[in-house]
């Protein structure tokens, strides 16, 4: 697990650095080379910044329909940014916060008895 959350956080900063396209600032074809950006995907967007820009991935993912975290993480990983952020480097959203506070834990496996019962 910890490899996988390293290999996204390294991917991401890679992507960062060497193709960000900021969505407050991206022309159509810029938003288009995001690899899972179509073009009515990126009318929503710039319709959407029309009304303000976005303040934070959170407010990226709540403005824009269809854009989820898993997404948004996608699109981070291919180059977008939000204010110059990749979403990787975002604080817990209190969504997943409240998910990974109800999820059931793991119940401590029973002591192991040996042959002769103890």
């Given amino acids: 697990m910890l490899k996988k959350i390293l290999t996204l956080a390294v991917m991401s900063y890679a992507a960062v650095c060497f193709a960000a396209v900021d969505v407050n600032k991206a022309s159509v074809a810029e938003l288009d080379s995001i690899k ?15 009304r303000g820009n976005f303040k934070d991935w ?8 269809g854009v989820g975290e ?16 990749a979403f990787g480097s975002i604080a817990t959203t209190p969504a997943a916060e409240a998910v990974k506070q109800n999820a059931p834990r793991a119940k401590a496996a029973p002591p192991a008895v040996n042959a002769a019962g103890k």
């Fill in 36 to 50: 899972g950006i179509g073009p009515a995907l990126s009318s929503k967007i710039l319709d959407e910044r029309k």
């Fill in 58 to 65: 959170n407010d990226f993912i709540a403005r824009i329909t």
């Fill in 70 to 85: 898993g997404n948004a993480s996608r699109f981070s990983a291919e180059g977008l940014t939000v204010n110059g952020t």
